[in-house]
């Protein structure tokens, strides 16, 4: 069965430190791979999302990148992180379209001081 | 205007109370319909799906898609405590676009 791990769950780091949060899919391959923030009573925003090693889309401009260096490895970075960085994380994993639904990990709780 | 609009609620009903929740859209080439659930400070999971228009079971969830009124529902039957949780739609064109989700909490 597929499962996908996502860590740390909490992380507390201060303005301008630098971030990176890592996700891994097992059980599958070539997924499509994605990047969300969810801010209280504002639902699920897309930040990025991957059809293949290499290949990052970025749906919003941000103070965020992520990478793909592996098929089941995706990874979210900051070089300096802003108080409005703040916010839950979370990885989530789909086939082809994602028709049939995404898969999510646990999330990453951010908080930027 | 957003593409997908959902009440945040929150919504309390005693035990045993029928829960219903529901979205509206409207972009008219979304194909798939989800619903997840989302307890406090864990991912979301996916909770029921649908293509087409209709009514889908399971359990004690329906899902119902209207596209022509591009309007989606979900009702929980003899609602639980653990019932008590955030619960979000989604919809698919080639990728996933939510609602900014309904807090349910079912009291005891």
């Known amino acids: 069965s597929q499962t996908i791990h996502q860590w740390p769950a909490t992380l507390v780091q201060p303005v301008g430190s630098p971030l990176s949060l890592e996700c891994t899919v097992e059980?599958?391959?070539?997924?499509?791979l994605y990047w969300y923030r969810q801010a209280a009573g504002r639902g699920l925003q897309l930040l990025f999302y991957?059809?293949?090693?290499?290949?990052i889309s970025s749906e919003v401009p941000q103070n965020l990148s992520a990478s793909r260096p592996q098929d089941r490895q995706f990874i979210l970075s900051s070089k300096k992180l802003l108080l409005s960085d703040s916010g839950f994380y979370l990885c989530?994993?789909?086939?082809?379209?994602?028709?049939?639904?995404?898969?999510f990990g646990s999330g990453t709780r951010l908080t930027v001081v | 205007q957003k593409e997908v609009e959902q009440d945040p609620g929150p919504l309390s009903v005693p035990e045993g109370a029928i829960v219903s929740l529901n979205c509206t859209y409207s972009?008219?080439?979304?194909?798939?319909f989800m619903w997840y659930r989302q307890y406090s400070r864990k991912g979301p999971e996916l909770l029921m799906y649908?293509?087409?228009?209709g009514n889908k079971e399971d359990g004690r969830f329906t899902a119902q898609v209207d596209k022509s009124s591009k309007y989606i529902s979900l009702f929980i039957r003899d609602s639980q405590p653990s019932d008590s949780a955030t619960y979000l739609c989604?919809?698919?064109?080639?990728?996933?676009?939510f609602g900014a989700g309904t807090t349910v909490t079912v009291r005891a």
């Open positions: 989530a994993w789909s086939r082809g379209d994602g028709g049939a639904g995404y898969t």
């Open positions: 059980g599958t391959s070539n997924p499509n």
């Open positions: 991957s059809v293949g090693i290499g290949q």
């Open positions: 972009n008219s080439a979304f194909q798939y």
């Open positions: 649908t293509y087409s228009s």
């Open positions: 989604a919809m698919s064109d080639y990728k996933l676009s």
